[in-house]
């Protein structure tokens, strides 16, 4: 699966120049991720899928962004949404399996619309300002979702929706009468420009009774995290940080100015720069698959999590970006220039910063677990004197 992977990313990376410059979605991406059956991996074996777990799926994402972060978010935005409803089985059983095989038969890509203009991410909590409407067989939804990432190339949408001062969960496919993308609203956006996160607009939108798959309360502000979706963020953008590396090292390898007679890279202030930035992602990517695996692995202890989740998003988010600037730095003026993919990886790499969680976030998170740790150690009798 790797090796197919390996070779997918040598792919994306060779068009995702053309991609960023244009602004344009990656059809052709898709297509061949379709033709590799990527979109079957996290689908449960017993519905036809690969049934591959967090682990290997954050492998997975980790290769695709070293070629394309755009169309490697897409691919996690999909992978943490079946994956988590595969592990939690929140859906009706005969509806979750409907989903399954569009997947596996037609290459059928899902990801969440839940942020909004008036609301902000989702992970804060809040209630949307969609409005599902009772009809005769089911719901008209009428509302504005931003930041939908690959939706020209979804077939579904799961849309939140207030519902009786509740929040539903709607099931709306890609054709359905009055749904509409709007381009416009991420065409000249910094980063991943050919990620396809438009704003998705819903008009008197019609949803059969079946496809409401999930009524809840509103969440609480900073509700716990999900393993799924904060490993699959944090891959992407170690993937990111690993790609600018690799790029760097070559360059270095090649760069033989006249004045000098010898690669770059014999530098003594280079290799320092280029040690820094493999122990930052070495650092980052040991713990987010630490993390991975025991998510995976250790189902009963994911509630203990929380503060190990926020500190692999936060060192990969953070590692990709450090690594991003100091792979300019030690460059010089080429990594300015197109000729390398240092500037749009740069880019890119700021994008992580706006998924859940946030840096404010996760150091609370784990302020918290430090605290928590303090007070349980003082409880023990373990405190040290001063």
Known sequence: MLSLVRALATQFAARADDYDRTSRFPHENVAELRAA???????????????????????????L?????????????????????????TWDEATFAELCARVVRDGALVNSAASEAEM??????????????????????NGRKRWVTFAPALSYFLVTAQLDEEIGVFVVERSTPGVQLDESSWRDSLSLRASGSFDVILNDVFVEERWCVERRAPAPSMAPLSGWAVCAFAAVYLGVGEAALQHTARYCQMRVPSALGKPIAELPHVRRNLGQMHLTLLAARTLLHA????????????????????????????????VTDLALRTVGAAGLERGLPLERLLR????????????????????????RATLQDKADGRTVAA
């Open 37 to 63: 059956a990527i979109p079957s991996v996290p689908v449960p074996a017993e519905y036809g899928g690969d049934g591959l777990g967090l682990y290997d799926c954050v492998l997975i994402l980790e290769q």
């Open 348 to 371: 890119d790499a700021r994008a992580g910063l706006m998924h859940p969680p946030q840096d404010d976030h996760a150091l609370a998170l784990l302020g918290e677990a430090a605290l």
């Open 120 to 141: 902000g991410s989702p992970s804060r909590g809040g209630m949307p300002a969609t409005t599902a409407r009772r009809v005769s067989g089911g719901y008209v939804l």
């Open 291 to 322: 993390v991975a695996q025991s998510w995976e692995r250790k189902p009963e202890a994911r509630a203990t999590l929380n503060a190990q989740l926020a500190a692999a998003k936060y060192l990969c988010t953070n590692a990709a970006i450090a």
């Open 65 to 89: 962004a070293q070629g394309d972060a755009s169309t490697a978010l897409g691919v996690a935005m999909h992978f943490h949404v079946i994956g988590t409803l595969a592990e939690r089985r």
